[in-house]
C-alpha cells in the first residue's frame, strides 16, 4: 500500500498539501452573508459564496476595471461592491442587498429573482455567469464567447 502511504505521509501529493493555499492572496477570507425573515436570499447567497470561494474567479473577476455599467442596476458593481466588503469589512456578516436588488431590477421583466420571493440557487449562479459575460464581453451570445477576457467562460 505504498500510494496510501504516500498518499496520507504529508508530501506533495497528500491531503494536507491539496488544501494548502498557493500563496497567502489566495486566502479568501470567511464571512458569512446575512437573509432576514422576509428576504429569502439564501438562493443569492448561496450562488455568491460560490464565486467568492473559486480563487481563480475571484482573483480574476479583482483585475477587470471597466464594464458596460447597467447603473442601479449594474449587477457587475453590486458584486464588485460585495467583493470589496468579503476583503476588507471587519464585518462578520455582510449584507447582499445591493446585488439582491440589482438581480431584481435586472430580471424584473422575467419576474425573477424578485424580492423577497424564494428562487433557485444554481439558476441564479448560471444568470450571475450570463451577467458578468454581458457586461465584460462585446458578444451577445453566451454559448459562442470568444472574448479573452470574459471570466464567465
Given at each position: 500500500?505504498?500510494?496510501?502511504?504516500?498518499?496520507?505521509?504529508?508530501?506533495?501529493?497528500?491531503?494536507?498539501?491539496?488544501?494548502?493555499?498557493?500563496?497567502?492572496?489566495?486566502?479568501?477570507?470567511?464571512?458569512?452573508?446575512?437573509?432576514?425573515?422576509?428576504?429569502?436570499s439564501c438562493f443569492l447567497n448561496s450562488a455568491l459564496q460560490v464565486l467568492w470561494h473559486l480563487d481563480i474567479f475571484r482573483r480574476s473577476f479583482r483585475?477587470?476595471?471597466?464594464?458596460?455599467?447597467?447603473?442601479?442596476?449594474?449587477?457587475?458593481?453590486?458584486?464588485?461592491?460585495?467583493?470589496?466588503?468579503?476583503?476588507?469589512?471587519?464585518?462578520?456578516?455582510?449584507?447582499?442587498?445591493?446585488?439582491?436588488?440589482?438581480?431584481?431590477?435586472?430580471?424584473?421583466?422575467?419576474?425573477?429573482?424578485?424580492?423577497?420571493?424564494?428562487?433557485?440557487?444554481?439558476?441564479?449562479?448560471?444568470?450571475?455567469?450570463?451577467?458578468?459575460?454581458?457586461?465584460?464581453?462585446?458578444?451577445?451570445?453566451?454559448?459562442?464567447?470568444?472574448?479573452?477576457?470574459?471570466?464567465?467562460?
Amino acid at each position: 500500500m505504498s500510494w496510501k502511504r504516500n498518499y496520507f505521509s504529508g508530501g506533495r501529493g497528500s491531503v494536507q498539501g491539496m488544501f494548502a493555499p498557493r500563496s497567502s492572496t489566495s486566502i479568501a477570507p470567511s464571512k458569512g452573508l446575512s437573509n432576514e425573515p422576509g428576504q429569502n436570499s439564501c438562493f443569492l447567497n448561496s450562488a455568491l459564496q460560490v464565486l467568492w470561494h473559486l480563487d481563480i474567479f475571484r482573483r480574476s473577476f479583482r483585475q477587470l476595471t471597466t464594464h458596460k455599467c447597467m447603473g442601479d442596476s449594474c449587477i457587475f458593481c453590486a458584486l464588485k461592491g460585495i467583493f470589496n466588503q468579503f476583503q476588507c469589512s471587519s464585518e462578520k456578516v455582510l449584507p447582499s442587498d445591493t446585488l439582491r436588488s440589482a438581480l431584481a431590477k435586472t430580471f424584473q421583466d422575467e419576474q425573477r429573482f424578485q424580492l423577497g420571493i424564494m428562487d433557485d440557487a444554481a439558476e441564479c449562479f448560471e444568470n450571475l455567469l450570463m451577467r458578468i459575460h454581458f457586461h465584460i464581453a462585446d458578444e451577445t451570445k453566451e454559448d459562442i464567447c470568444t472574448a479573452q477576457h470574459c471570466i464567465s467562460h
